[in-house]
């Protein structure tokens, strides 16, 4: 079949492809700019992905450091809890001590310290160990001097704090 075109209809035609080709442009433009668009959103995301990348390995970094303080922190805690719980005992130990030395009693012979004991009696069941008579002799009155007793018992605090010179 053989068509006749017109000189009309192929400037109609003509008009026709040309508003195609116009139209095509103007969609491949528009493709173009959405894509320069799209490049880049991706350009920046990518950067900003980079730069949260390196903030947290930054961070992680930072976590790291304050993670080896916090246990050497923790460690030097527990150095001072033991410690502090050593010095309490020591401290009961010695409060015990203190108290046990309160009734502390010494042994003079001639003014001078022989020997520390618990109390009056473990002081004159000693003496007794070196053949003196327990039963006769006391403590000797405050106002003779200690360095005239042969034997002589006096309190571990007096002597103490007279320095160990002539307790009463």
């Known amino acids: 079949m053989i068509r006749i075109i017109t000189r009309t209809r192929l400037v109609t035609l003509q008009q026709a492809a040309d508003q195609a080709r116009a139209r095509s442009q103007?969609?491949?433009?528009?493709?173009?700019?959405?894509?320069?668009?799209?490049?880049?959103?991706?350009?920046?995301?990518?950067a900003d992905a980079e730069a949260a990348e390196r903030k947290a390995e930054a961070n992680r970094a930072d976590a790291a450091i304050a993670r080896e303080i916090l246990?050497?922190?923790?460690?030097?805690?527990?150095?001072?809890?033991?410690?502090?719980?050593?010095?309490?005992?020591?401290?009961?130990?010695?409060?015990?001590?203190?108290?046990?030395m309160a009734e502390a009693v010494v042994l003079l012979h001639y003014g001078q310290l022989h020997s520390l004991h618990r109390d009056e009696a473990a002081a004159k069941r000693h003496a007794a160990s070196f053949g003196i008579d327990p039963d006769g002799w006391g403590t000797v009155p405050s106002d003779r001097p200690a360095v005239e007793s042969v034997w002589r018992i006096s309190p571990l605090s007096k002597w103490a704090v007279t320095d160990g010179g002539d307790a009463g």
């Open 26 to 46: 103007e969609v491949q433009a528009s493709a173009d700019a959405a894509y320069a668009r799209h490049v880049r959103t991706a350009w920046n995301l990518t």
């Open 71 to 100: 246990e050497r922190t923790e460690a030097q805690l527990a150095d001072a809890r033991a410690t502090v719980t050593e010095q309490a005992a020591r401290i009961d130990a010695l409060s015990g001590d203190l108290d046990a």
